[in-house]
Every structure is written in structure tokens, then in C-alpha cells.
């Protein structure tokens, strides 16, 4: 089982079965190196990380932040950061959870490349973009060959997701009075870096390779801009002010999102290039390829959602939503009742079909996707918040959410037809300020009506 | 075209054409015991680890494509056909599929009569119950022989497809009345078996897989099937199966229910034995009778369904619009209740046989 995997598992899930959650996270934190970096993937029977595969891959720790504040913010239990925990399952090396999370984040603070970006090891997220491997051999994994092992390809999809759960880690550091003045310039830092070194004009780079090439680039013949960067920096919301997050979600709408769903890179690759690695073997529009991986397409979608772009968001969902593609049967071929790994992109053989259903990180980020950012009723640390992005010709719906032991009945009026934005919040008759539902009482049930304008 | 629709009352797929574009299925099971089921009832179950302890066999990117997985043939002396469809793919008069949460029920019709069955595995149960109802609906007396077929897997799903001089001798079995054991490498260093069982006196069985099938026939023509006669044969190595035989006489209107159990059963090291080669079976027939009457099956759906409205309960929308409230009230959730399960369950990396996919072999989720 992966340490990302299952991490990002974990937010689909922990409303429904919290208790197997918390579980969850001990049980991966301790597969951490002391380094804060972790082994790749463990054996759920022993609970030990997996020593063939090692570590390297220098996303995983950043998702064990999402998972812990994606648990504390959903049961309010902040005892979780107090569970001693060891590394590498060595007890003697045990500290508490919250020191693991410090870990995570100064992980990444200290592995940086020459841009002052985030150095990507073996893979991050997209374990086909394979910077550091150049195998030239068919039997070798390319998860697992470093044939040039070097420390100068940098990932903009990490340093995104470090601006994002690095700003979740200082939340958490509030709450427990942990200065957060270094980690937080050590945010500022990577924000800067991103705008300075990881911007290519129109969107985000994908990264600078083995030879401190950029990729993801107006300057390269193919793979010019992939989805991944757009998604997390856009999430992170980095260089909102200046337009950047705009921009890069308007690249992605002209140059990845085709009726099917939002593929993962343009153009696909037509030659092996053996400094990237997998995402160059598969044929044009499968997989990493420029497919549509249906796990990536939320991060645009929340993306949007933080730029207010509800139509856009809820249109993107659509499109890889099975329910929607049911009358596309013969096309898809997969279950209409379930999310699918992939979608054959745009510069597929056959664009549309699909491929790998059920055991995918697609549930959860969709889940996320439409249940938080879109519908609107986010669990926080101190309540359920509530902040939708919606079609602007959804008029009125409701929610029935249970949470930390209360039910909360809210009902949200569009009467403006508008996307996004809380005008008016009622809790049980009373105005209040702000967008934070107060905590109810274990038991009771709470009517919530919210007016958007 | 479409293949079925969405019924979200019943929290359900309904698939109405067998021939879906692909294998469409479900997963049964949340705790130790997994099942994966697809729309003609084809797939495999396993005690916690997909790779080490495989209860029955399924070969992987086969011809045709899903083939091998819970069967029952009814020979109605017209007819041969399947409550799921396959392997015979005898055409139907009616056939429908209803994929719900954690059970798949299959209702077919052939020449006036017409089968369901439901299969699940029970909260806290390492086994699947299979609930299997057949009617007349004709107006006259009608003849049914029917055929249970479950084909063992030598428990570690990897060797089990590579290690053939030594698999093809080391099968063994047990028949005990209405219940067939799978006890290979219990004598060793196995402290396992698995059954399968019927609530209803058998008219008969088959436990080697050639002498059923037949080495010149497939899963779709078993010769015993097709003779309409079983062969009570006994597997020494070779291929052991569990195909029970039943003669169901049914009056015009009449409904039989028969109540099938597919289980593993762990003993202590000092417990496996009652004598000389005979397995102690105390803990199989408690199993058997948490089931043994269609009552006890109806509560354990029941108890089912009522842990799945608590999930999801969590978070209801109602917006209007049919196919979002279904994703998210639904589907969704499901699928991510069922990553988390399943994501957990493999050992070796999320690859190759040890994975509880069905079809396909997964490198990054």
C-alpha cells in the first residue's frame, strides 16, 4: 500500500469510518524516516514500509499534513498529535505525531534544487515523470532505476503542495503555540520561487529536469503544460493577486480540457524521451500520456472553485462524473456507477474510454471536490464552514451533514444566480457573522439556511 | 446504448443486457473476508490477503474475458441455463442484475422458471452467502436439476497459476453430507480449509474438476451438466472443485429456497483434526448454521443495509439534479469506502495477482 495512496485515501473516507482513520495515520506515519521523508509503500499486514521499493519519492511526506488536518478537522480530535509514533518502526525513535508533520514540512525545506524549488527524487505524484531514471533497458522499473541519480530536477506540482499543506502545518502549529514565523517564511519563500523560477508566462511549469531543462514549456516541442502544477498551485492559490491563478486555469480550459475530461499534459509525447521516463512510453492519449487521469482533475477543479469559476468547476466534474457518461456506455465501457483510474485523452486512439475502474484515489479527490468545494459544507477545525461554488443556475438545494456527533439541515438560496459567496448565514433562526457554523451539541439537530450574494 | 439504469431508492445498478461492454462489477466484503463479483457472477473471493489466501480461482485476461466465478446451472430438462447468464450464456427470458452496496442479486427466467440469486458476505462473517431462490411460474410440474459449481484455488493465487508439478498433486478434499471441504496443505502447514455448503440434502456431487467439466468441455457445457447426472467423484490432486447436486420438483407457482455457504475456517494447530486425516469441522458447521435458514440470510442483508444507511447518512444532498445527489449521496462515497478497504488489503505493491482487481493490474491509483 502507498504512503501517498493511501494518505489521499483518507479524505474520502474519514466522515464515514473516522476511528479506522486515525488508525490509518499511525500506521503510516510510523513508515517515516526520521528524515521525514518515507518509504514508498508498506505492507498492510505488517505495517512496515516496503524496503525494496525505499523512499524517494518527495511528495509523500506532504500528504500525511492532508490526511492529519483532513482527520482533525472532521472529528475535532486533537489528541491525535500527541500519539507517540515511531520512524521507520523503530519505537525507540518514537516522537509525537505532530513532530512527524514538522518532519514532513522541513523535509522539503531541506531537499531544494538549484531554483530554490523542490527537488522531485525518483517521481512525485505522477511516478511516470521519471526525471532522475534514464533507462534504456526493458526489463528495469522505472519507479525503481536511478540510473543518473542527480539533485537538479525540481518539481513545481511539490512546491505547490507545500505552499497549500505547508499553510495547513502553520494552522496547526497556531493551534498548538508553535511559532510559525520560520515556517512561514519558508512558505513566503516558495511562493516567490514559484512566481520567479516557475512560471512560464500563460501557466506553471511542470518542473526542471535532470539538466535543469524546463519542463512543461511554451519552449518544448511537446509537453508543454501539464495538468499537475496547475492544480496545486492554483489550489494553493500562488500568485492569485497577480492574475497567475487565472491565467494558468484559462491554459488549462484551451489546452487540456477536452469534452471528456481534462487530460494530463499537451501535447502528448510521440517519442521516448528518455530523461522523463514512463510518461513517454504510452501511446498518445493513454495514461500518463495526456489520458485523463481522473484523479487530477478535482485539483482543477478546486482550483476553480478558489477562483470562483462554479460553472467551470461543476462543468469539469461532469464530464468524468460515470453518472453523467452512462448514456456513453459503449464509449466508456466501464461501470456508470464508478469513478474510472483513466479516460482515453483527446489524442487518443479512441478519446473517451476508460479504463481501471473502482481502486482509485479518484473517490476521494472527487469526493473532496464536490462534496466540500463545490456543494459547499467544509469541515474545519472549529465547525462545519460553510463556502460553495456552484452553477450559477443551481436556485436552492440542502445538505443533511452529521458531524462530531450533531446533524446539521443547512439549505443554501441562490436566489441571485450567482457561483459563489455567503451573504447571509441563519443557524437555527439567529444571524451570525461570518461563514463558520458554531459547534452544536452532541444529539441535536441544527437548521442552517445560507443566502448566497 | 445503455446496459441498465440507476435505481437510487434501492441504493442500486440495475443491469438489464449481460453483454455490458466490459465485466461490470461489485465488491463484497468490508472486514476479513472479500468478494468481487461481476455482473454474470464471475470473480473470486479471499481471506484477507488477495495473493496468499485465495479461496477460489480465477484466471486473469482470460478467453472469454470473465470467466470462472460463482455458478449454479439449471438443467430444466429443456434447458441448461444460468441465474447470472454464464458461462452458459443461454439466452434469457428475463435477466437483470442489481449491483447494491456490498451485494450483488441476479434475477433470471428461462422456460417459466425463474431463479435469484443474491450473494453477500454477512458483517463479521469470513464467508459468502449465496441465497438462491427458484419458481415455477408455469402451470405445470416442473423438473430441475441443479448444479452448484465453485472451483478451488490452492490458496496462494500466484503459485497456483505457475507451480503445476507439484499443484496438480497436492489437492485434497472432504465430503461430509451437504458440505464440501477444500483442505489442501491443511495436513502441513496450513491451519485453513475452506467449504462449500448447501442447506438441503444433495443428490449428489462432484469435487474433481475433470470429471465434472469434462477435459473436452468448457465452463459453459460441463458433461455432468449436460448428462444431467453427477458423478460423486472424490479430487486427489489434479484440480478440486465444490459442485453440489440437487433435484428440485416444483408444482406450478412453487418457490424452493436453498441457501448456500462459501467459507474458510482457521483452526488452533492442537484442533485440526477429529481423527486420522478427518478435519475438525466444529467451527464450519457453527458458520453453516448462523445461515442455515433463508430468515437468518434476510436479517444479515438487513443488518447490511442498515450499517450502510449509517455511511452514508453522514452527508445527503438533495439538489434536484438526479445524477449529482446519486454520485454524492451514493456512489461516490461508496467507491471511496471501498478503496479504503480494498487499497488495504493486497500486499506486494498494489500489483499483480496479489490485487483485488478483477481485470487489471493497477501501478499507481
Not at chain 1, 518527495?58 to 486533537?78: C, F, H, M, Q
Not at chain 1, 505524484?125 to 531514471?133: A, G
Not at chain 2, 445503455?2 to 472486514?31: C, M, Q, S
Request: glycine share 8%.
Amino acid at each position: 500500500m502507498g504512503f501517498r495512496d493511501s494518505n489521499q485515501d483518507l479524505i474520502g473516507f474519514v466522515h464515514q469510518v473516522p476511528a479506522r482513520a486515525r488508525e490509518r495515520i499511525l500506521d503510516i506515519a510510523a513508515t517515516q524516516f526520521e528524515d521525514g521523508s518515507a518509504y514508498h509503500q508498506y505492507q498492510p499486514l505488517t505495517k512496515r514500509g516496503n524496503a525494496e521499493i525505499g523512499g524517494d519519492f518527495n511528495d509523500d511526506p506532504l500528504w500525511l499534513i492532508l490526511s492529519v488536518s483532513a482527520y482533525i478537522k472532521e472529528t475535532g480530535d486533537w489528541s491525535l498529535l500527541d500519539e507517540q509514533v515511531p520512524y521507520d518502526n523503530d519505537e525507540s525513535k518514537a516522537t509525537d505525531l505532530f513532530d512527524h508533520l514538522t518532519r514532513s514540512f522541513g523535509f522539503t525545506v531541506n531537499t531544494l534544487g538549484p531554483h530554490k524549488l523542490p527537488l522531485i527524487g525518483r517521481a512525485d505524484w505522477n511516478d511516470c515523470l521519471n526525471l532522475n531514471c534514464f533507462s534504456n533497458n526493458p526489463n528495469e522499473s522505472f519507479q525503481t532505476t536511478n540510473n543518473q541519480s542527480g539533485r537538479t530536477a525540481e518539481s513545481l506540482m511539490i512546491a505547490g503542495q507545500f505552499v497549500l499543506y505547508g499553510r495547513e502545518y502553520v494552522e496547526l502549529c497556531k493551534y498548538r503555540g508553535v511559532d510559525t514565523r520560520e515556517a512561514e517564511g519558508h512558505i513566503a519563500e516558495m511562493v516567490e520561487a514559484v512566481k520567479k523560477e516557475g512560471w512560464d508566462g500563460e501557466w506553471f511549469l511542470r518542473a526542471y529536469d535532470y539538466y535543469g531543462k524546463k519542463v512543461g514549456s511554451k519552449e518544448n516541442d511537446e509537453g508543454q503544460i501539464f495538468i499537475e502544477s496547475q492544480g496545486f498551485c492554483t489550489m494553493a492559490e500562488i500568485g492569485k493577486e497577480e492574475g497567475l491563478c487565472e491565467k494558468a486555469l484559462d491554459s488549462v480550459h484551451e489546452r487540456l480540457a477536452c469534452e471528456h475530461g481534462i487530460v494530463l499534459t499537451n501535447p502528448a509525447f510521440t517519442n521516448y524521451v528518455v530523461e522523463y521516463g514512463e510518461i513517454s512510453t504510452y501511446p498518445p492519449g493513454y495514461k500518463e500520456n495526456a489520458g485523463i487521469f481522473c484523479h487530477n482533475n478535482p485539483w482543477i477543479i478546486i482550483g476553480e472553485t478558489k477562483a470562483g469559476n462554479g460553472d467551470r468547476a461543476v462543468d469539469y466534474w461532469k464530464r468524468i462524473a460515470p453518472a453523467y457518461r452512462e448514456d456513453l456506455a459503449d464509449l466508456h465501457k466501464m461501470e456508470p456507477y464508478i469513478y474510472s483510474q483513466m479516460i482515453a485523452g483527446k489524442d487518443a486512439f479512441k478519446p473517451g474510454e476508460a479504463k481501471n475502474s473502482w481502486l482509485t484515489g479518484t473517490a476521494a479527490w472527487n469526493w473532496v471536490a464536490i462534496s466540500q468545494n463545490i456543494l459547499g459544507v467544509h469541515p474545519d477545525y472549529e465547525g462545519l464552514r460553510i463556502d460553495p461554488c456552484i452553477s450559477r443556475d443551481w436556485k436552492r438545494y440542502q445538505i443533511s451533514r452529521e458531524f462530531r456527533g450533531a446533524t446539521y439541515l443547512i439549505i443554501i438560496e441562490n436566489p441571485e444566480g450567482l457561483s459563489a459567496g455567503v451573504k447571509r448565514m441563519k443557524v437555527d433562526g439567529h444571524d451570525i457573522e461570518g461563514t463558520l457554523i458554531p459547534l452544536a451539541a452532541e444529539g441535536s439537530t441544527v437548521e442552517v439556511r445560507v443566502i448566497l450574494g | 446504448m445503455k446496459y441498465g439504469h440507476f435505481d437510487d431508492a434501492n441504493r442500486e445498478y440495475v443491469i438489464t443486457d449481460p453483454k455490458t461492454p466490459y465485466p461490470w462489477i461489485n465488491y463484497l466484503g468490508n472486514e476479513d473476508f472479500f468478494g468481487l463479483i461481476s455482473n454474470t457472477a464471475g470473480g473470486y473471493c479471499f481471506y484477507k490477503d488477495a495473493k496468499f489466501r485465495r479461496l477460489t480461482r480465477y484466471r486473469y485476461n482470460n478467453v472469454p474475458l470473465d470467466t470462472g466465478g460463482r455458478y449454479y446451472y439449471i438443467n430444466d430438462g429443456d434447458s441448461i441455463w444460468n441465474p447470472g447468464w454464464k458461462p452458459t450464456q443461454t439466452d434469457l427470458n428475463f435477466y437483470e442484475c442489481r449491483h447494491g452496496l456490498s451485494y450483488s442479486k441476479f434475477t433470471a427466467e428461462k422456460n417459466e422458471i425463474r431463479s435469484e440469486l443474491t450473494c453477500f458476505i454477512p458483517r463479521g462473517t469470513n464467508a459468502e452467502v449465496h441465497k438462491l431462490t427458484v419458481e415455477n411460474r408455469s402451470s405445470v410440474q416442473k423438473k430441475i436439476k441443479l448444479f452448484s459449481l465453485a472451483e478451488w484455488c490452492l490458496w496462494n493465487a500466484q503459485t497456483d497459476m505457475e507451480n503445476f508439478q507439484r499443484n496438480l498433486s497436492v489437492g485434497e478434499v472432504e465430503i461430509d453430507g451437504s458440505v464440501l471441504y477444500h483442505k489442501t496443505e491443511y495436513k502441513e502447514r496450513r491451519n485453513h480449509y475452506a467449504f462449500f455448503s448447501v442447506n438441503a440434502p444433495i443428490q449428489g456431487f462432484d469435487t474433481d474438476r475433470e470429471t465434472f467439466v469434462g477435459l473436452y468441455n468448457g465452463f459453459d457445457a460441463p458433461q455432468t451438466v449436460v448428462a444431467g447426472a453427477p458423478q460423486n467423484s472424490e479430487a486427489h490432486g489434479w484440480s478440486p472443485i465444490a459442485s453440489h447436486y440437487l433435484e428440485i420438483d416444483l408444482k406450478p407457482g412453487e418457490k424452493r429456497e436453498l441457501v448456500f455457504v462459501l467459507g474458510y475456517i482457521e483452526n488452533e494447530t492442537d484442533e485440526k483434526w477429529t481423527s486420522k486425516n478427518v478435519i475438525n469441522k466444529t467451527k464450519a458447521k457453527a458458520l453453516i448454521e448462523q445461515f442455515n435458514t433463508v430468515e437468518k440470510v434476510d436479517a444479515a442483508l438487513a443488518e447490511l443495509a442498515i450499517n450502510w444507511k449509517k455511511l452514508l447518512d453522514v452527508y445527503q444532498v438533495s439538489t434536484g439534479v438526479e445524477k449529482l445527489d446519486r454520485m454524492v449521496n451514493i456512489w461516490n462515497p461508496y467507491q471511496c469506502m471501498v478503496t479504503l478497504t480494498y487499497h488495504a488489503v493486497p500486499p506486494f505493491l498494489n500489483r499483480g495477482l496479489g490485487v483485488a482487481w478483477v481485470f487489471v493490474i493497477p501501478i499507481k491509483i
